[in-house]
């Protein structure tokens, strides 16, 4: 064999030796997965409106800390932690699991879906951008029945007593049960309706209509009880009698 042949053999090696070292370089690490361990505190089955049940695990791991996992009863199964009827097939729970330890493959955990927060109603951003409070919890008055109307003038009053989106749920449940004793006028009496209750706290121009139309101003309006009266009465009925009587005697 001749002397080029020999070494186009060696370089051949040589390089089918480095490609495989390249790759095996290139390779990526085996990514390792931690078990989650820990202590049983809690073993339940739920099923959702699909029909499909799954199995909740509550434990206490190594570092202290709770946390509950989902997984599918087949998995459940596999742990010891839940048997199936075996005429419906339907899961129970092993309660002689808790209090034990148990080691799960982390890929075996079924992740809770996203509670989709629902949009809130456009009045209760509204009103929650002008008295500064979270509008959820105005859509949540209005959810228990109360008009927008209604929430608008109880966000007033409460405004207007230094109040806060707390102060106004409790007139509105006043409003609800009809039962104003927790509320002092400024006459020092109670009111007995909503009518009396409102004119006392409130302004006419405290109304939603206002915020609707851009026209409400944001400061503390004096409420219609503190608001003097101012009368102003002219007589105008004046009497100018002018009696000439000029008689003359004429023989």
Same mark, same amino acid.
């Given at each position: #064999?001749?002397?080029?042949?020999?070494?186009?053999?060696?370089?051949?090696?040589?390089? #089918?030796?480095?490609?495989?070292?390249?790759?095996?370089?290139?390779?990526?690490?085996?990514?390792?997965?931690?078990?989650?361990?820990?202590?049983?505190?809690?073993?339940?089955?739920?099923?959702? /409106?699909?029909?499909?049940?799954?199995?909740?695990?509550?434990?206490? %791991?190594?570092?202290?800390?709770?946390?509950? @996992?989902?997984?599918?009863?087949?998995? /459940?199964?596999?742990? !010891?932690?839940?048997?199936?009827?075996?005429?419906?097939?339907?899961?129970?729970?092993?309660?002689?699991?808790?209090?034990?330890?148990?080691?799960?493959?982390?890929?075996?955990?079924?992740?809770?879906?996203?509670?989709?927060?629902?949009?809130?109603?456009?009045? /209760?951003?509204?009103?929650?951008?002008?008295?500064?409070?979270? =509008?959820?919890?105005?859509?949540?008055?209005?959810? %228990?029945?109360?008009?927008?109307? @209604?929430?608008?003038?109880?966000?007033? #009053?409460?405004?207007?007593?230094?109040? %806060? /989106?707390?102060?106004?749920?409790?007139?509105?449940?006043?409003?609800?049960?009809?039962?104003?004793?927790?509320?002092?006028?400024?006459?020092?009496?109670?009111?007995?309706?909503? =009518?009396?209750?409102?004119?006392?706290?409130?302004?006419?121009?405290? +109304?939603?209509?206002?915020? @609707?139309?851009?026209?409400?101003?944001?400061?503390?309006?004096?409420?219609?009880?503190?608001?003097?009266?101012? =009368?102003?009465?002219?007589?105008?009925?004046?009497?100018? !009698?002018?009696?000439?009587? +000029?008689?003359?005697?004429?023989?």
């Amino acid at each position: #064999m001749s002397k080029t042949k020999v070494l186009a053999s060696i370089l051949i090696i040589a390089a #089918m030796l480095f490609a495989q070292v390249g790759l095996a370089a290139a390779a990526p690490a085996e990514q390792e997965t931690t078990s989650i361990t820990g202590t049983i505190q809690s073993i339940t089955t739920e099923t959702d /409106a699909n029909g499909t049940t799954t199995v909740l695990v509550t434990l206490v %791991d190594t570092q202290g800390t709770t946390q509950t @996992v989902r997984l599918s009863v087949e998995t /459940a199964v596999t742990l !010891g932690l839940v048997t199936l009827d075996p005429t419906t097939g339907a899961p129970a729970v092993d309660q002689t699991k808790v209090g034990q330890s148990v080691e799960i493959d982390p890929t075996t955990v079924i992740p809770d879906e996203p509670v989709e927060e629902e949009p809130l109603h456009p009045i /209760a951003a509204l009103l929650g951008s002008f008295f500064g409070v979270d =509008g959820s919890i105005i859509d949540e008055y209005h959810q %228990d029945g109360f008009g927008f109307g @209604v929430i608008a003038q109880a966000l007033w #009053m409460s405004k207007n007593l230094n109040g %806060d /989106a707390t102060l106004a749920g409790l007139i509105l449940e006043a409003k609800k049960t009809g039962d104003y004793s927790a509320f002092i006028l400024p006459d020092g009496t109670v009111p007995t309706n909503w =009518g009396q209750f409102k004119k006392a706290i409130s302004d006419k121009k405290n +109304n939603l209509g206002v915020i @609707v139309s851009g026209k409400a101003e944001n400061d503390n309006t004096p409420p219609a009880g503190d608001q003097q009266e101012n =009368g102003k009465g002219k007589d105008k009925d004046k009497g100018n !009698g002018n009696g000439n009587g +000029n008689g003359k005697n004429k023989p």
